[in-house]
């Protein structure tokens, strides 16, 4: 592979106490993700591709801290900005970034927050100098490496070591002008500021309204709330005084610091980070031209850093403690606000625009889909509490043959099938207007095209160069026919491992109701069933997982949409059949394989009446689905729980200890760092898929087989209600802060739910017709006991429900647009205005409307055509 070709040794790194340059060249090696060099001296000249020997230049802060540099325009504006500093210790941080403008000093916002110790670096790279370690020395070459691509592509850089001298927390701070050329990059959206829009150019509310149907206000409890009069554009760094918190009001060193909050920051930090072995390098081509080509040094990628033990973590750090100090309620601390305004608040509204601006768009948008499906299982609750009370009320009011007939009454009655219509309605509905929901979402949180513009993962390589039709520059592609054989690779290996699922489901099916026959007992075998196949399906769950990110790996995806896409896609097959075999099965089978072991009638007879109704299949949903959540709730929050109680002794000495050396330590900063309070917390990698594959399940349980037990909305709804908080307390206290990601839907997940909604219409079908006995007995009204007829009667059921339910749920896709008018209005109003502010376009003049066809008051009485003086004086002047 074509950068897989890279030799390693062609750039020659090294540290030093102080560099020794060549020439005016030396330190401009790299030209990073084709910019020019990042120093604030440009590259020119015939030499600037030339392999050269580059150093860092450390720069001793206090004892424990030093800042790493890698040319001496840095170095000397460091030791400006520390003089300046210390002639006048009142000078805040504000004051030092104006004194030294970044428009005229490149990275002197990075370098002051280095002088005043800032506490909120964007991240953090930490790792362990084991002196006893025999490859100490090779590690530490391996991190001045990496750090000094780090320093070239643009960042600051600061090493600082713990009271105990064990750990080094190298603390990474972006200069603003990084930012802002990453931002560009990645194609980020930024607001209009008012005043550089025309003021008569803003959406009118009164249109807006008058699009409002009766529709919208039914479900307007049920849907985001959006700014509509807001316009946005893609950053351009020569627009910033355009953009919001960028206005003419605003000091530079206030843009510096605020203009991108720091869900954004360590979102754009992370991609320097994940990029920065990427390099430009200038080659000669075949004919003779000189071009610049992509150049990957895969031995310094980051993830194979610390899989290889070099470096423990990287994580971005949160915004102060995760509660406010001394009860002042400051406005400064965003993660004690959510957790005062969406943790601690119950059932009301979550802050959705607080937790995106805090945790960014992918995980505001879960936590956005879980409130809004979370308000549609309240309507679905209802409805299945109806259906039991009305159970409950048939049950006591009507003499039947046998317990099983009358326990099965609760559920199996005549609201059984206008309930299982009304599910698939509701399901219907609810993923409808998600898409609408969705689209406003977009719009308000800029993220419409971001899967278009979406940059190739730092993982993906490909195999052949070709040029490029749009570009007409060499590009490295992953052939398709390469990337099918993986895939077909990828499918094999899903399909066997789904394969040893259905056996070990189907074996786990058959035992028990041997055992059944045996113990002459009734429901012992569906109890031992569910419960067995609820431990398999929760060991095979922790099993495929691995192998399924391990495929998806394989498959070599270019993004990271199209990677989680196929990664979600092997995870929900999987979870299809591991969770919904047994059900699909009970379905289709009843009691028969229970029969067919039987050797007497009174058996066959005992399997005949347990194997009626919905009773096996209620068994084994409720034991399932119930028991899922709760052990769910127990991972999430009961362990967590005891945990903290159990340890909090112990936590309270070990936090006394850690003050008391930080206090004695001689630093200026006497108290823990938040990147220290942060490395305690456990990771969140890939908590986000997690907690969608969770919900994703549980719709399945619901849209499939929920009208085998209709109060599972109801469980679902508490189970939900609750999820939602534990799962902010969680991110806010328990785990790291994850990368700011954006997103622009829910992706796979979103097919997969309306991919189960349709085959919910069959299941549900089926369900009906042939495990309610209720429905049995209406069938026999018109068929008497003749089986054939029933069959038939059954099968007519089953084609006359999926058709009318088919034909209502395209019905409502068609009538209920994805878009809603006014978001639509909005989106082509702020590209117009895009236009109009950034690119110079001149405004649209007002039509004027005439019944007649040519306007007579631009002609004179004798026909001469009469034109604005404007225009003559216009061709005059030509």
């Known amino acids: 592979m074509a950068d897989k070709q890279e030799n390693n040794n ?89 004194k030294f403008d970044p428009d005229k000093y490149r990275n002197s916002d990075a370098l002051a927050k280095v002088v005043y110790n800032y506490p909120l670096p964007d991240f953090i790279i930490r790792y362990k100098d084991d002196k006893k370690d025999e490859h100490r020395n090779e590690k530490q070459i391996t991190r001045d490496n990496f750090e000094i691509l780090l320093l070239q592509a643009g960042l600051i850089l600061e090493r600082e070591v713990d009271p105990d001298g064990i750990y080094t927390y190298v603390k990474i701070i972006a200069p603003f002008n990084t930012l802002c050329e990453m931002a560009q990059r990645i194609r980020l959206k930024v607001r209009l500021n008012k005043e550089s829009l025309p003021s008569d150019l803003s959406i009118l509310d009164e249109y807006v309204r008058s699009s409002d149907t009766i529709l919208t206000k039914i479900i307007e409890h049920f849907v985001y709330d959006i700014e509509l009069k807001k316009d946005s554009s893609i950053f351009k760094r020569e ?22 909050n720091t869900s954004r920051r360590n979102l754009m930090v992370h991609r320097v980070i994940i990029t920065a072995n990427l390099i430009n390098k200038k080659e000669t081509s075949p004919d003779g031209k000189t071009v610049y080509v992509n150049r990957k040094i895969e031995s310094l990628e980051i993830k194979k850093l610390i899989k290889k033990g070099i470096y423990d973590e990287l994580y971005p750090i949160h915004d102060g403690p995760s509660k406010y100090k001394d009860d002042s309620k400051e406005n400064n601390n965003p993660r004690a606000t959510l957790e005062e305004k969406w943790v601690k608040r119950g059932f009301k509204r979550q802050p959705i625009d607080k937790i995106r601006a805090y945790f960014g768009e992918k995980l505001a948008l879960y936590f956005a889909w879980l409130g809004f499906y979370t308000s549609w299982l309240s309507i679905a609750s209802i409805a299945g509490v109806i259906v039991v009370i009305h159970g409950l009320i048939y049950m006591s009011r009507s003499n039947f043959e046998n317990n099983n007939d009358k326990i099965a009454a609760i559920w199996d009655n005549a609201l059984t099938a206008p309930y299982a219509l009304f599910m698939a309605i509701w399901a219907t509905l609810f993923l409808e207007t998600w898409k609408r929901v969705n689209a406003s979402i977009q719009y308000d949180w800029d993220v419409i095209d971001y899967e278009k513009d979406e940059l190739p993962r730092p993982e993906f390589y490909g195999t052949t160069l070709r040029v490029s039709l749009i570009t007409l520059k060499k590009e490295i592609v992953f052939p398709f026919r390469e990337k099918l054989v993986k895939i077909f690779i990828s499918v094999a290996i899903v399909l066997v491992s789904i394969g040893i699922v259905l056996v070990t489901v189907g074996a786990l099916l058959l035992f028990p109701e041997n055992l059944q026959v045996v113990k002459n007992v009734k429901y012992v075998g569906p109890v031992i069933t569910a419960i067995i196949n609820l431990a398999t399906i929760i060991i095979l769950n922790l099993i495929y997982k691995n192998v399924a990110r391990f495929l998806t790996d394989f498959e070599n995806h270019k993004t990271e949409t199209q990677f989680e896409d196929s990664l979600i896609l092997k995870a929900y097959l999987f979870d299809f059949i591991n969770f919904y075999s047994a059900l699909i099965y009970l379905m289709f089978s009843g009691g028969r394989s229970c029969e067919n072991n039987c050797n007497d009638d009174s058996c066959r007879e005992r399997c005949i009446q347990q194997g009626r109704g919905l009773t096996l299949l209620t068994i084994q949903l409720a034991i399932i689905f119930i028991g899922k959540q709760l052990i769910g709730q127990i991972q999430e929050i009961l362990i967590p729980w005891l945990m903290s109680k159990w340890n909090k002794a112990k936590s309270a000495l070990d936090r006394e200890s850690l003050e008391k050396k930080y206090a004695d330590s001689g630093r200026k900063n006497k108290e823990i760092p938040q990147w220290i309070e942060d490395d305690h917390l456990a990771g969140s990698s890939d908590s986000i898929r997690t907690e969608y594959e969770e919900m994703v399940i549980q719709f399945g349980f619901l849209a499939l087989f929920g009208v085998a037990f209709p109060l599972s909305p109801l469980f679902a709804w508490i189970n939900n209600a ?58 026999k009204k018109y068929t008497g006991d003749d089986e054939n007829r029933l069959l038939v009667a059954r099968l007519v059921f089953v084609l006359a429900f999926e058709h009318l339910v088919f034909i209502i749920k395209l019905m409502f896709a068609y009538m209920i647009p994805d878009v809603p008018n006014k978001v639509r209005i909005a989106i082509e109003r702020e590209r117009y205005l895009s236009r109009l502010v950034l690119e110079g376009e001149s405004p649209v003049l007002d039509e004027y409307w005439s019944d007649k066809k040519d306007d007579s008051s631009l002609f004179s009485e004798k026909g001469s055509l009469l034109l604005p003086h404007r225009f003559t004086k216009k061709f005059k002047s030509q």
């Open 10 to 98: 062609q750039v020659e790194i090294t540290i030093s106490e102080e560099k020794k340059p060549k020439d005016e060249h030396t330190h401009k090696i790299f030209n990073f993700l084709g910019h020019s060099n990042r120093s604030s001296t440009s590259l020119e000249g015939d030499d600037d591709d030339e392999l050269v020997k580059l150093e860092i230049i450390p720069e001793i802060v206090e004892d424990h801290r030093t800042l790493l540099l890698i040319n001496k325009e840095d170095q000397n504006l460091y030791h400006e900005i520390k003089e300046w500093h210390e002639e006048d210790r009142n000078r805040s941080l504000e004051d030092t970034i104006l």
């Open 239 to 260: 627009h910033l005084r355009s953009y919001e918190g960028a206005e003419s009001k605003k000091s530079k060193a206030d843009i510096a610091l605020n203009f991108f």
């Open 722 to 779: 609750t999820e939602i908080r534990s799962d902010g307390l969680k991110y806010i206290k328990t785990l790291q802060r994850p990368v700011g990601y954006q997103a622009q839907d829910l992706g796979m997940w979103e097919k997969i739910m309306n991919i189960v909604s349709f085959i919910a219409v069959l299941t549900n079908a089926v369900i009906i017709a042939f495990h309610s006995r209720w429905m049995e007995n209406q069938f």
